[in-house]
């Protein structure tokens, strides 16, 4: 790495940014507790992103960008650990977003997530789906999801990633972590051929279309714990979102599978919180009976009621997450308002109208 990446990174490090971007015409930018933050340092020339992009990657890597023009990468940093590298195209420039991984797994505790998504973690089979927008913190819950499994559970766990953020040693569990382009050509064919591998868990980063759905359902349907991210900001429109990828016959086939194997739905959002940093708001949907006969029907708009009348098998609306941080002000009121998904009776709630 060059110098110039050397002394940003070590300014991310300082300022706890969990993003940089370098763009072309622009001072190096950083987001921090979700705002970006533009620094004082020089502007951005094409040929200073062109020089750190030829830096940052392999000949391998180098003819992929240069024929698809788009390409995302791991690297690793001995004061930021590791990070994801997203490289891109504008005006015929190259420009890069790193993101930053950490360098540990928190605690349930420190992510604000609650208590029964470790039951969800301890199944032995089944589809588990982390949904939210992108920044949403999917990828951390995934790799504590992952980590409890490790600590608690002598299997065998294989992951598909694209890029890996963390990586996880070997604990009580067995973990062999994949990257396409570094340990795969493509993300479909490795998912396929994991099973092949002998795994009790498959981690799936993202489930992006039709193909790779498909072979996270039969996994899960075969006795095989799967989890999963998919960019969705909602427990409904996440599995409209799955059926929503087949066609005639084959959408009742996928909302039967469905039915049948989904174990749980972690929803998330993170909010700026009033100490400056971010906090965690989330929806927890559990597959009870009342579950999988919602998803049977196809009506997928009452898996409300069932979030509402489930709370005591511990299951988290993401209104009741956001009063919960209201309360113990971590966030503001109009923080909480402007994510609610029922604002209205949210502001009832809290003692007053939308906006007072």
């Given amino acids: ?19 940089l971007h370098l763009i072309v015409g622009l001072p190096p930018t950083l987001r921090i507790n979700g705002e970006i933050i533009v620094t004082d340092s020089d502007v951005l020339t094409a040929a200073e992103t062109s020089d750190l992009v030829n830096t940052l990657l392999n000949p391998t890597q180098q003819a992929v960008f240069e024929r698809d023009w ?11 650990g590791r990070m994801r590298v997203t490289l891109y195209r504008r005006n015929g420039v190259p420009e890069l977003s790193i993101r930053f991984c950490g360098t540990r797994i928190y605690t349930r505790d420190e992510l604000g997530l609650p208590p029964k998504i470790d039951d969800l973690a301890r199944k032995r ?25 490790n600590q608690e559970r002598r299997c065998k ?70 989890l999963a991210t998919l960019h ?45 940093g971010r906090a965690l708001a989330c929806e927890l949907l559990i597959a009870n009976t009342a579950v999988r006969n919602t998803i049977r029907e196809s009506q997928f708009h009452h898996l409300d009621n069932c979030l509402q009348t489930g709370t005591r098998e511990g299951m988290v609306l993401l209104d009741s997450s956001l009063h ?20 209205d009776l949210f502001a009832k709630r809290t003692g007053g109208l939308p906006g007072a």
């Fill in 324 to 343: 919960d941080l209201y309360l113990r002000c971590k966030i503001t009121r109009d923080t909480a308002l402007s994510r609610a998904r029922h604002p």
């Fill in 70 to 80: 788009e390409l995302c990468i791991s690297l690793h940093h001995p004061t930021v």
């Fill in 157 to 226: 766990i294989v992951t598909i990633e694209d890029p890996i953020e963390f990586v996880h040693e070997n604990n009580r569990a067995i973990i062999v972590q994949q990257e396409v382009l570094t340990d795969t050509r493509s993300f479909g064919h490795a998912l396929l051929h994991s099973l092949r591998q002998d795994p009790d868990v498959i981690v799936v980063g993202e489930m992006r279309d039709h193909a790779a759905i498909t072979t996270a359902m039969t996994a899960a349907e075969t006795g095989h714990l799967v």
């Fill in 1 to 19: 790495m060059t110098p110039q990446l050397d002394r940003l990174f070590l300014r991310v490090a300082a300022e706890r940014a969990s993003d």
């Fill in 125 to 149: 089979n089944g589809l588990i789906l982390v949904t939210g927008a992108t920044g949403s913190g999917k990828t951390t819950t995934l790799n504590y999801l992952v980590n409890l499994i």
């Fill in 232 to 276: 969705s900001s909602t427990t409904a429109q996440a599995l409209e979102r799955i059926v929503g990828t087949f066609e005639g016959n084959a959408q009742r086939q996928i909302i039967m599978q469905l039915a049948n194997t989904l174990q749980g739905v972690i929803s998330q959002d993170l909010l700026p919180s009033v100490d400056g």
